[in-house]
């Protein structure tokens, strides 16, 4: 039986426009020009201040890096009710369920503030366990996809990773996971077909693709 691990950010929620927004007021926060999603989607990387050293073309220093990361999860936070569901989302979930594999959400979003919005939106009960960041602020994803595994003590093999990042790829191929890509925002397409995954255009297929990778 698989166990889907569903990211949040990108993947179950649409909120690259809210992400975009966020980054440009910490951005002139520390007085540098504003982006446009075309600018973040080429860019974006983790851990994430590398993601602002590759924009800017310069080192960060660690004010800045401080900056940047409050002023970001600060209007972040305060967008949150204009964040939806990705169109499909609830669709997706219900396949899983359908299918009769269990599924959790991971999220490098804070664990408090994950938590409590994934409850707004009603889906606490659906989901085994829902894991946020808990204390490495702009991280990489495969030490939290580790403690993750280790939390709902499932077999590696048995899990496929699906979410909108080359960190999702990246984590999945160090734990030993098998992992989709839905294209949802983070990067251009053609950088996730780099990742050498599967890349899909809707949640709905990639649960279709997870049932083809079922070892």
């Known amino acids: 039986m698989i166990h889907v691990v569903w990211d949040w950010n990108g993947t179950l929620v649409d909120d690259l426009p809210i992400v975009v927004e966020s980054v440009n007021v910490a ?14 989607r080429e860019h974006f990387t983790r851990p994430v201040d590398q993601f602002y050293v590759r924009l800017l073309e310069r080192p960060i220093s660690d004010r800045e890096w ?7 999860h600060e209007r972040y936070g305060e967008s949150l009710d204009r964040v939806p569901l990705a169109a499909d989302a609830i669709d997706a979930i219900d396949a899983v369920e359908a299918r009769g594999w269990s599924q959790s959400i991971l999220s490098m979003w804070w664990e408090k ?19 946020g960041n808990r204390d490495d602020a702009g991280g990489e994803k495969a030490a939290h996809l580790l403690l993750h595994l280790s939390e709902l003590d499932v077999d590696a093999a048995s899990v496929v990773m699906i979410g909108d990042s080359l960190d999702d790829a990246a984590a999945a191929g160090v734990v030993g996971t098998a992992c989709v890509l839905y294209d949802g925002g983070s990067h251009h397409r053609s ?9 899909t255009d809707t949640l709905m297929t990639a649960v279709s693709v997870a049932a083809q990778l079922e070892r």
């Open 27 to 40: 951005l002139a926060a520390i007085g540098e020009a504003l982006i446009d999603e075309d600018d973040y």
């Open 191 to 199: 950088h996730l077909e780099d990742a050498g995954v599967p890349v």
């Open 113 to 131: 503030d994950l938590t409590a919005c994934v409850e707004r939106r009603g889906l606490t009960e659906r989901m085994t366990l829902i894991q």
């Open 66 to 72: 401080s900056t940047l990361d409050r002023v970001f």
